[in-house]
């Protein structure tokens, strides 16, 4: 089986979705879902809406993918209810803090991708917690892929079209400390997809903008490794995009199923919508032809060239049919030149001749971005279940009436049918009433209606008789699909969640904040004039276990720790997985503790028995999160402000604060090196008006990046009114007075230095 999963965003986009062939749908209330700028369903239409999939065969998967404040459970909660009563399939569920809340019922949990699952680890805690499917990040590896498939029970969710994050999956702060729109929240602004300069490269580009996935091509491989769903991206999408991108993956999958004979139409998919001609992502792409620098947004596909422009016309050699409406884009040399509406087309001997105030370089690429046609079919687009009707019209014998939907039959009786007198019941008769369905989820034909008469015995029907037959047909009809769908729907029985006694967590008390450091020398000589008590938190390194040595064996240092801890990267691929589990096993016992940016920190904490505090990675944003994994502490999200926050949890109070994390080279993508010939020096940024994005490597097998915000965030200034523990991160900062740094937050006094920021902690996210 394979899964063709299809984005909803508005009720269009739905029957189009249905109409295309989609085995299930996402979609998102207007609350609580990851695109909260969608159309969208609400409280008052999502049963309407569901029992419509339903008639069709078709799943609905409701997106509660966003995190959740502590004021905000109540009315979560009150529309986790209405959506489970409304008869969802399955929920999508981000923020594990609120787990409790979805277990109160028989319905599947899928965990997002925004949970940033990438390996066996992080998947074996899902299933765990009693997830039934993982929708893996989109960065995830082909030998993880099978590892989770030949692991776990989980089923596989797999982003196979649309729109990439070069972020990597929830870890994307970019926005939020922009604007305070929150991806977390599904209020993203998208400054990925704006324009920066590098060291490397003056001229403003698209540096964030990788080109949209598409891997209608790797089915059948996904499919071998264990994929079970092929969910494609676009909830933010017109119902054209969602229809002609569904049709071609149905055919796809038909194709390996069924052996239903089909081509691959790469140049539909790139009409529907294509932003950089596509990428096949991280298993099959390096970073110079996943990325695209040039444009932002669709580009369609080209179709031919501009051979002449006057004043108000522009002549193009096409190599497809256009009409007026359709709309095209004009590139030439990687540059966008404009676009247009086409309006008042001629042919001039073999040539497309449209009206247009604009002039174009001869030679100029012309890209179909939008068909009429398409547009104008799917929003009119109405999928429609095909019944066949038989009644039985005798005089003197009971009045029946039968609507046949497979092998779903409802029958109606009206009662003993009357003589004819003057009007004799008739096949075209009755069938002029049976067809009068309306805007209901049915249609017939006439060649679908069968009536059973006696020339002997002819009868008189009433019209309004045979419409309230009719009518209370269908509702039974309905009723009865309904009932036979619900019989054979996935539904899960959840075990009791573990009972752990939190009053007693080894863990500091208030007093003693988190230092974080990298490890070098420079730290060190700092950490000689600390008197005050710390937790030393180290970043996992090559050098990890000579770093845990110094501190050890150096007595000035070790006397003034409370605790060590390693903090491990928030994303372990393939074989960096395996190191980094095989490091720990070297130096368990040098640590105390472990900082879990992700889940498969988590287990690991919990495999050696140590501390697991949750970091800012985690995004924890309620009281409930920490102890449904169990953790022994953690770190309040970093976008919740001052009364939100956890008096258990630590906040983050000072440091440069990672607002991505990149899993493609953007060395390599500005320079050109390769691998073998590197040019990282260390010192990298992206620039915008803002000031400077500095950009450090995480050096292991599969390199990863993270970006950090533009200001430090310092809270000295506030230092007075934070009741909390406080983490204070050094990793990024010029540390030569780190010491003097330290012992003012211990001590709670000090000024905060010049153009700093205090993040979320007075303000929020929206």
């Known amino acids: 089986m394979l899964e063709v999963l299809a984005p909803v965003g508005n009720i269009q986009a739905l029957k189009a979705a249905i109409y295309a062939g989609a085995d299930a749908v996402y979609l998102g209330l207007d609350m609580f879902n990851a695109r909260i700028k969608a159309g969208n369903f609400n409280k008052d239409n999502i049963k309407y809406y569901i029992d419509y999939c339903h008639l069709f065969g078709v799943k609905v998967y409701i997106a509660f993918n966003t995190s959740v404040k502590q004021s905000e459970l109540e009315l979560f909660t009150q529309y986790v209810d209405i959506a489970a009563k409304a008869g969802a399939d399955a929920f999508i569920v981000t923020d594990l803090g609120t787990l409790d809340i979805f277990r109160k019922y028989d319905i599947p949990l899928h965990g997002s991708t925004q949970i940033g699952v990438h390996n066996l680890a992080g998947a074996k805690i899902l299933e765990e917690l009693g997830f039934t499917r993982v929708v893996l990040a989109r960065e995830t590896l082909i030998e993880d892929i099978i590892k989770i498939k030949n692991n776990t029970f989980l089923e596989i969710e797999h982003f196979v079209h649309g729109a990439l994050c070069v972020c990597f999956s929830g870890a994307c702060l970019m926005s939020s400390m922009m604007s305070g729109d929150s991806g977390n929240r599904g209020r993203c602004n998208q400054p990925c997809r704006l324009k920066y300069t590098s060291e490397y490269n003056n001229k403003p580009k698209y540096l964030l903008s990788p080109k949209d996935q598409c891997l209608i091509d790797k089915i059948e491989e996904l499919r071998s490794v264990g994929v079970y769903s092929l969910k494609i991206e676009g909830r933010l999408k017109h119902p054209q995009y969602v229809g002609n991108v569904v049709k071609e993956y149905r055919k796809a999958v038909d194709r390996i199923l069924y052996g239903k004979i089909s081509k691959l139409d790469y140049s539909a998919l790139r009409r529907a919508y294509n932003r950089g001609n596509f990428t096949a992502g991280y298993n099959y792409e390096q970073t110079d032809t996943m990325m695209y620098c040039d444009i932002n947004g669709n580009i369609g596909e080209k179709i031919g060239e501009i051979v002449s422009c006057t004043k108000n016309t522009v002549k193009m050699q096409l190599n497809f049919s256009i009409f007026d409406g359709d709309g095209v884009k004009i590139i030439k040399d990687n540059v966008e030149l404009g676009g247009f509406a086409i309006k008042n087309l001629r042919n001039e001997n073999g040539l497309y001749v449209v009206e247009c105030n604009e002039k174009f370089a001869a030679g100029a690429s012309v890209h179909l971005t939008s068909q009429k046609s398409e547009i104008d079919k799917y929003e009119k687009i109405d999928p429609k279940i095909s019944i066949k009707w038989h009644m039985d019209a005798v005089a003197g014998e009971e009045l029946k009436l039968k609507a046949i939907c497979g092998d779903a039959i409802a029958e109606i009786s009206g009662g003993t049918a009357e003589y004819a007198v003057n009007s004799i019941v008739t096949r075209e008769s009755v069938s002029d009433q049976l067809l009068r369905l309306g805007d209901s989820e049915f249609t017939s034909s006439f060649d679908n209606i069968s009536v059973r008469t006696e020339a002997e015995r002819p009868c008189f029907i009433p019209k309004s008789k045979l419409n309230s037959m009719r009518r209370d047909c269908v509702n039974q009809l309905k009723k009865l699909m309904l009932e036979r769908y619900d019989n054979t729907r996935q539904k899960v029985v959840f075990g009791e969640l573990s009972k752990k006694d939190f009053s007693k967590r080894n863990v500091s008390n208030n007093a003693i904040p988190f230092v974080e450091i990298n490890g070098e020398e420079r730290e060190f000589d700092q950490l000689y004039r600390v008197h005050s008590k710390y937790n030393l938190v180290i970043r996992y390194g090559n050098k990890l276990t000579e770093l845990l040595d110094i501190v050890l064996k150096n007595n000035v240092i070790k006397n003034n720790i409370e605790h060590i801890y390693l903090k491990l990267p928030r994303i372990a691929r393939g074989a960096d997985y395996d190191i980094i589990e095989q490091n720990l096993e070297k130096c368990k016992e040098k640590f105390f503790g472990i900082i879990a940016d992700n889940l498969y920190a988590v287990y690991l904490a919990k495999k050696f028995q140590k501390t697991s505090i949750g970091g800012i990675g985690l995004n924890i944003y309620n009281y409930f999160y920490d102890k449904i994994l169990e953790l022994d502490g953690f770190i309040n999200s970093v976008e919740l402000n001052k009364r939100e926050v956890s008096r258990e949890g630590a906040v983050y109070a000072f440091g440069y604060l990672p607002i991505m994390t990149l899993l493609h080279c953007p060395v390599q993508l500005n320079t050109g090196c390769k691998c073998n010939n590197c040019k990282y020096s260390g010192k990298f940024s ?72 205090y993040g979320h902690l007075f303000r929020g996210v929206k």
């Open 686 to 757: 992206y620039y915008d008006k803002r000031g400077a994005y500095e950009i450090r490597r995480i050096k292991m097998k599969y390199c990863q990046f993270e970006l950090y915000n533009q200001q430090i965030v310092d809270t000295r200034n506030k230092i007075s009114a934070i009741n909390n523990s406080l983490y204070l991160d050094f990793s990024m900062y010029e540390c030569d007075n780190m010491a003097a740094v330290i012992e003012e937050f211990s001590n709670k006094i000090g000024a905060g230095v010049d153009n700093a920021t």
